[in-house]
């Protein structure tokens, strides 16, 4: 199975900011819209940030002003700067590309916020 290879988790305080990065090997292409999910322990993975092609985005309200997705079509990547983290933000971060011919995911990375 073709994964996506993400980067930059750690721990930081509260109120601190890491930045993610999460690379497609060229095997995959035709990338449409690729995201970031998250997953705290004990809940669902959800769906938090998404970027088209076309570099429009979305974000679910909880991360709206504190996070930002970013892409780089030429080097299949996807980037998230986190900014003003809390607590809640804890959890493993997951990013994921979309194409025509299936869904490919990341290995996770753990982000932990605590002081």
């Known amino acids: 199975q073709v994964q996506l290879v993400e980067s930059g988790g750690g721990l930081v305080q509260p109120g601190g900011s890491l930045r993610l990065s999460c690379a497609a090997p060229?095997?995959?292409?035709?990338?449409?819209?690729m995201g970031w999910y998250r997953q705290a322990p004990g809940k669902q993975r959800e769906l938090f940030a998404t970027?088209?092609?076309?570099?429009?985005?979305f974000y679910v309200d909880s991360v709206k002003g504190r996070f930002t997705i970013s892409r780089d079509n030429a080097k299949n990547s996807v980037y998230l700067q986190m900014n003003s983290l809390k607590h809640e933000d804890t959890a493993v971060y997951y990013c994921?590309?979309?194409?025509?011919?299936?869904?490919?995911w990341g290995q996770g990375t753990q982000v932990t916020v605590s002081s």
């Open positions: 994921n590309a979309g194409t025509r011919v299936g869904t490919f």
């Open positions: 970027i088209t092609s076309g570099s429009i985005s």
């Open positions: 060229g095997s995959i292409f035709s990338i449409n819209v």
